[in-house]
């Protein structure tokens, strides 16, 4: 849901991934392109929600599928559950700003536990498939009116090459680049690592060209479709080249409409370096049986054994 506003086109991929050299084709974690603003009259604005790591002011998205649970992507998990918020709104930014007396703070809920795939290992980046990029975070609260939990896709049938997807993050909306004179700056490869500028070279004296990227205006909730040109087991692949994912919506929802209604069959997880062309989806289907034990285990730490546990509703 990026409408990006490049300079240069042919270092679009930098903007997507700061550290990766322009030909190469490796994926990144991820980011929304050609979308639009989500509106409250919108059936996707019930679910969906932002998570902020108040300590690493990172940003990313997920989708309410229990009273107090959000299905998200791994590699947005916190180290410490209580440093992440769970916001309700279309526009993270005005409630984040708000005086702390005011209603919007409401909005505001606290993570009070989480959970990672088993299969996920952020320190192996040789992984294509099967990366296990999924994670559960709970909350503590009450859900602000107007939300429902996402309901999930039943049948695995509906996912079909060329089927449309509707996806939906937080991320950035514009990306610009304007070239700078390596020589003068200081601490460059900080610069590059953290992601404010990208050089075309190999580094450490041979940077080649180098930019200095502005992204701005995540925040809002957006969303666009595209549609699905690779199935495999624990991830689905979507045609980007028109419309997508990019910087920031990292753990957001993908949905299959069926008439009329949103079915939640996926998780943001990573795409390509130009930010057009495939965009990869954790495949929550796969991993329903561990989403429905591990949500059942943090049923019984609340009521106990004693209190039947409905996985239909999977409300704490």
């Avoid at 918020?85 to 989480?114: C, G, R, Y």
């Avoid at 979507?238 to 929802?253: F, I, R, V």
Wanted: hydrophobic content about 40%; some cysteine; aromatic content about 8%.
């Amino acid at each position: 849901m990026k409408k990006l506003i490049i300079l240069l086109i042919s270092f679009l991929a930098i903007a997507c991934n700061p550290q990766a050299k322009i030909t190469s084709p490796a994926l990144i974690y991820s980011s929304i392109i050609s979308g639009r603003d989500v509106l409250a009259k919108d059936p996707i604005a019930s679910s969906v929600v932002a998570i902020y790591n108040t300590k690493s002011h990172n940003l990313c998205t997920a989708t309410l599928i229990a009273n107090n649970i959000v299905l998200t992507a791994a590699h947005c998990a916190p180290s410490k559950a209580s440093d992440v918020k769970i916001i309700f709104s279309l526009d993270i930014d005005k409630v984040l700003n708000a005086k702390e007396q005011s209603p919007l703070k409401e909005l505001i809920l606290t993570a009070t536990d989480f959970k990672v795939s088993p299969n996920w290992d952020p320190n192996n980046e040789t992984v294509q498939f099967d990366t296990g990029d999924i994670a559960l975070i709970k909350f503590s609260g009450s859900l602000p009116k107007g939300y429902l939990p996402a309901k999930f896709l039943e049948n695995t049938g509906d996912l079909k090459i060329g089927a449309s997807v509707t996806v939906a993050g937080f991320g950035v909306n514009f990306v610009d680049m304007e070239e700078i004179d390596p020589k003068k700056y200081r601490n460059l490869d900080g610069e590059i690592e953290s992601g404010e500028v990208a050089c075309s070279g190999k580094g450490r004296g041979n940077y080649g060209s180098c930019f200095k990227i502005d992204k701005s205006g995540d925040g809002l909730l957006r969303t666009t479709s595209a549609p699905i040109s690779f199935i495999h087991e624990t991830e689905i692949r979507l045609n980007e080249k028109k419309a997508g994912t990019c910087n920031g919506d990292s753990g957001g929802p993908a949905f299959i409409q069926k008439a009329g209604t949103l079915y939640l069959f996926g998780v943001t997880s990573r795409g390509s370096e130009l930010c057009n062309e495939d965009g990869v989806y954790t495949n929550a289907l796969f991993y329903k049986s561990w989403i429905e034990t591990t949500t059942k285990i943090w049923f019984q730490e609340t009521f106990g054994e004693a209190r039947s546990y409905n996985p239909a509703k999977r409300i704490l």
